[in-house]
């Protein structure tokens, strides 16, 4: 096992209304003046909104509004947030909302504290010292950014998606009520599902062989993820299996199974966001389908690990290393079918020839590959594993 | 899924020599008079009391010493820490040991603090507000103490071991070095086994239904303490699997596994605390002579997890929900004995006639039971279970 550091400071506090409770916290640290951010309209169609508001109001508490966080969450939009909070002399940011606007949240609590553009941060120029206070009322579960200190955000201009993490980042108290998540179907629903698996699975298969009970706890939440979105997809309203979904998707992210491993092997997800700064998909749907590409890759340099994800995710009791490990590969391939994700990138708007200029947005953030450290001609394969039908 | 709010504020450092990082930590919090609290030979034996003192010693931090903390750690120890920490004016208290020493450090960390006596905290008659900083270095992983918020510790004068639990009572820093306990072999090693796969199974087995997620990351804990525990009968010293063992012990009671539980059942435990406050046997032992007796007890109130537990933790396949639980609670039993553990009560010097007085102490401690709430009968009934042969 790998030395590691852990320490995971933020509140979880969970369950039907809970965030109700949030009124409690405040007062108790005297904040009176915060900045709620959310996405478009979702918030709103469930009464989330207008709840939340009547109950600052009703408490004297003074809340500024920055709306319109989109998916890929934009560094434009982390900026207007950092003006509001300097101008106005903002003490907390809610986040009410999924990852994106957490992560726009996180780099609007640091940049809100530092005099520079916050993007410096991003660009790994500036460290991270401190923060202001964050909450958050969670209203997609995928990322796993209520409970860490991680925060990717995307530079437009730049056409770069890049990401951070700092102790300083976790948020001071998440509320996760499931039943905020009734309205996550479809598709929303199919991709925050391969969202966290793959954010698993990155940790699970990297080049740490010792790493039973890990590898252990990595299992059991991708079989509770498995079994309760198939859940949701018949009944969305399942309390129960909303309950497993959304806890399985925080202790994905939480760092917890990063621990005695050595980072996990982060490549799927360094090429997604390539891929979806270039083209704007949802992370989700990027992810599912590079990550069985860059699987099928790698397998050859850590069959062991892939053999045992076969056999312990699906059943799979081939005695050949390498045949049951493409086996597994292909098993997650089409359960990513079964519930509807897309699974090749000409599925999507992708032409071959756009292969390379992705494999471009990715190289820029190299080095990166733990089982198989990539380069450029590495990631052109795993786009062409991608793309091939 | 039942509400829950989770939050775990200790710093876990893992890793050979990662204790030696102390110095940085206590300068960093300008503490520079410490009272290190410790059992008996055991960390002398391993050279690791000469150099942590001498490194007390070069970096100028003044220290007291409170020693001879026995298992089934007592309240006049206690007594004993807080007068040291009264008159010298001590700024953090650091425990090196297991759960004994740990337990003691809290109390003496909150005594510190109190002007009344610190029973009173165990009696529930006052409650807990702060303590005076606490570091570990753990040279034992058994009862999860160095990352959760419990504190348990007899009274003998009232023959009563009785049990905390607060927030505040978290450890600030744990280093956890698991090659510290390459010595901890043959009974103290199974004893530590039992212990931990009773914490996990108080948890595992309510009355909840919906707890998928918490189930497969208790069964993952178990089978790794499980697997790490016959590798290290063998070969005590292997580092991978001393590591797997004392993180399994550290999540098993981290409270982690409670979330979206009710707590637990914890029965076991209470009728074990009257046991080994009647008959000083360790505290994993008598876990291992009450747990599947209280299990024989209780498994009609919630036969579908208990099958469950046969099926994932031994592969019994057997349909019918009572026979299978049975079979399961049997397979328990047998691994204790396989790994060299006592299972009965006639084994260690207990007679029959005993087990009204240690039911008469159990019951002091009632109402507990959450798949079947307890009285004194059925303390009698588990006790005759532990006892037949």
């Known amino acids: 096992m790998e030395n ?161 993490r700092s102790e300083i980042l976790y948020p001071e108290i998440s509320f996760i009520d499931p039943s905020l998540q009734y309205e996550v179907t479809g598709n929303q629903l199919i991709d925050s599902a391969c969202d966290i698996i793959s954010h698993v699975l990155e940790f699970y298969f990297d080049n740490t062989q010792n790493s039973l009970l890990m590898d252990e706890i990595s299992e059991g939440i991708i079989r509770t993820v498995m079994i309760s979105t198939e859940k949701l997809l018949e009944n969305s309203k399942d309390y129960n299996y909303r309950s497993q979904f959304s806890w399985a998707a925080s202790l994905a992210l939480n760092e917890m199974l990063n621990c005695g491993k050595n980072g996990g092997d982060w490549s799927s997800h360094k090429i997604e966001h390539a891929l979806s700064a270039y083209n704007d998909i949802s992370h989700g749907k990027g992810l599912a389908i590079i990550l069985p590409a860059w699987m099928k890759y790698v397998y050859k340099f850590n069959s062991q690990k892939f053999q045992r994800f076969a056999e312990k995710i699906f059943g799979i009791t081939e005695k050949d290393e390498l045949k049951s490990s493409l086996i597994g590969i292909q098993e997650l391939q089409n359960w990513f079918k079964k519930i509807g994700q897309t699974i090749y990138l000409n599925e999507i708007e992708i032409k071959e020839e756009e292969l390379k200029t992705i494999a471009k947005i990715a190289e820029k953030q190299l080095p990166y590959g733990n089982i198989k450290k990539l380069n450029f001609f590495d990631i052109i394969e795993i786009l062409k594993l991608a793309y091939k039908n």
């Open 4 to 164: 590691f550091v852990y320490q995971n400071r933020t509140k979880v506090i969970f369950g039907e209304k809970k965030y109700l409770e949030i009124i409690h916290y405040l007062n108790q640290n005297k904040i009176n003046k915060i900045l709620i951010i959310y996405g478009k309209n979702a918030i709103k169609k469930i009464g989330l909104y207008d709840e939340i508001t009547n109950l600052f109001s009703e408490n004297s508490i003074e809340f500024y509004e920055l709306s319109g966080v989109q998916s890929n969450p934009i560094l434009s939009k982390v900026h207007e947030g950092i003006e509001l909070v300097k101008k106005n002399n903002v003490e907390l940011i809610l986040a009410i909302g999924g990852g994106s606007v957490i992560d726009t949240a996180k780099a609007v609590s640091i940049g809100a504290l530092y005099d520079g553009d916050v993007w410096d941060f991003y660009e790994r120029k500036e460290e991270i010292n401190s923060k202001l206070p964050l909450y958050v009322i969670l209203t997609l579960s995928a990322t796993g950014s209520e409970v860490n200190g991680r925060s990717v955000i995307t530079n437009t201009e730049k056409k770069l998606k890049w990401s951070v």
